[in-house]
């Protein structure tokens, strides 16, 4: 590329990175990217502070409490965003792998996805990936925006999903239920997750708030930049048991997301920061 006198760092390199899609930064002193989306993060960054201070709260015994807590978080997040977007500043995106790649995704894991990008600001794209245990290329879920919403998202995304798991054990004894019941039943509660979600929306904002999350001109700008050609995906119509499926949004209506117990550098989702 002609880069004969060029510092080892300098504008062949930088156009090299761009036409690649690599972050330039990288280098041997440059934390891994997983480690920077569950650090502790910024002290001064105010916005993600406040969130976990209203996920402690949300731990409450009191339901009401609880659910008080929950909203006032997701008011925060939503708050934040539309005033970032409002005020045209500028940010900087990352792209994080959520969910473990797999040959075969479940119509629960596409709906989880579909929550994501309705109610936490983030943009997801199911992409190749390799699934170790099988040898073989699948696919998984990743999500871009700002880190904060990175973040978020990722806790949302695992705190759900362990969620529908430990509801399913108890659900499904003395029961004769198979895989596909389960199915039935995580997305029964994701979608009763996502009414209780869309209740707390001002009717006279609803529009106006799907619209502004849509047209993110940065973050559209950002990924299409990193994938130049995506692809719709359809998902045919499958038989469900109503009965399992209204049982589990009778349970996804009651679901609240509180800040879990933290861990730190074992780098296998559920944190949100110290």
Known sequence: MGADGQSAHGP????????????????????ALDKRVHAS???????????KKLMALA???????AEAAMAKAHELIKKYNMKL???????????????????RHFREDYALSNLLLE?????????PAYVLEKGKMGRVLEIS???QNVKIASYIHDFVQRFIDFQWNNYKKDKRLNRYRKTDFAVGIIEGFRSK????????TKENLAVIKLKDPLLKKYVRYKYPRTAAMKLGTLRNDKTVLNDGIGIGK????????????NGNGLLIGQ
């Not at 731990?59 to 409490?65: V, Y």
């Open 197 to 204: 979600l869309q209740m707390r929306i001002p009717r006279k």
């Open 119 to 127: 109610f936490y600001f983030v943009y997801g794209i199911w992409v």
């Open 59 to 65: 731990q409450s015994k009191n339901q009401h409490e």
């Open 12 to 31: 062949t390199f930088q156009r090299a990175c761009y036409l690649l899609r690599a972050d330039p930064r990288a280098s041997g002193s440059c934390s």
């Open 41 to 51: 993060g910024n002290p001064e960054d105010k916005f993600m502070v406040r969130v």
């Open 145 to 147: 925006g700002t880190i």
């Open 254 to 265: 009651e679901l609240v997301i509180y800040r879990g117990i933290e861990e730190k550098g």
């Open 85 to 103: 977007l409002a005020n045209d500043e500028n940010r900087d995106f990352v792209s994080f792998f959520v969910g473990k790649p797999a040959l």
